[in-house]
């Protein structure tokens, strides 16, 4: 019974740590491009990843086994229940951390380096290392890198397409809760003020609800009598809404997969549990992550977002699908790499700083599991 507490509460604490540090990520990109606020791409964030979780028990059932450690170590330390809550916490400090630090790091990552440091701990050299590398090292090590190559590649196809048809974007800095001279007044109730230049320029001003303070690009037109914007802003929130529900679909079974092979209730119980903490960390502590992935890696646009999101997607469930363990969060900051690179608005301090957090989560949960695993079994 107290093993079974310990393996239930250390579950619930890593999926709540996940929630905080991965649940912003699929909506990134609405709250970077200024699509949406904060709140309304939280909510969005937590309703579809908790979709994906639920649909995680139908969909992704491969990925419990892959992450039970079935192959990469003997089953009777898989069944050792010391084991399991070394794993679990070794790698939930690890994720919680780095969340309260605002650095988006990989929870799968953190279970493979506590992983491998409870097995080396508890097994020796019985642990398999050609399984590791097949199976969760080279995965992690190639995503991000598709990951910006297609990002990149369909940027370029849609920027060309865009200009195909000749949409245009236009640029507008919006003021909030400044008074200035008035020269007209625009259809929404703010004040614009047209300056004479070479190319037209209008300085709206509005109430802060209403404004945004940074510069945003618009995308002028129509497409068969709907206005160009108002399309792209549908697509950006289904493709962020598929980023989530991804996430959701590939790191639930990660992280129920040790409860189930300790046979701590059933594969439901497991995922409804888990689903549950991952929404309640997500909400409660995501905001220094959100600001990461949103606005300090690269500068971006509604379109730039919308291709980002659609990579991401693409991969992440494609993996799932497969049971391949890769990196939600590998493979959508990735994609914001890869934005960056075609933009040339990268922010390479912090491109550089996110890179070596994911360096050093594999030996910082390995450390930690181990230590935890050396005072369970002493």
Known sequence: MV????????TLFIAYANGANDNFKGVATLFGSGTTDYRKALWWATVTTFAGSLAAFFLAQKLVKTFSGEGLLPNAVIGNPSFMVSVVLGAGLTVYSAARMGLPISTTHSLIGALVGTGFVVAGSTIHVQVMWNRFFLPLLLSPVIAVVGTGLLYGLFHSTRRMFKINRSTCLCVGEKRVPVCSLTDT?????PFSSASSVDVVVDDKKNCDTRILE???????????????????????GAVSFARGLNDTPKLVALG???????????????????AFGGLVSARRVAETVSHKITKMNHGQGLTANLVTAGLVIFASRLGVPVSTTHVSCGALFGIGLANGKARWNV???????????????????????WILTT
């Open 260 to 278: 189930v092979a300790a046979s701590v209730m059933g594969l439901e119980w497991n995922v409804a549990l888990v689903a549950l903490a991952m």
């Open 3 to 10: 093993w079974f507490a310990a393996i239930l509460l250390a």
């Open 189 to 193: 109730g703010g004040l614009a003020i």
């Open 351 to 373: 491109i550089s700083s996110i890179l070596g957090a994911w360096f050093l989560t594999l030996p910082i949960a390995a450390i930690l599991s181990g230590i935890t695993s």
């Open 218 to 240: 618009i995308y002028e037109g129509n497409w068969f009598g709907v206005e160009v914007q108002q399309i792209l802003d549908g697509l950006h929130f289904l493709s962020a």
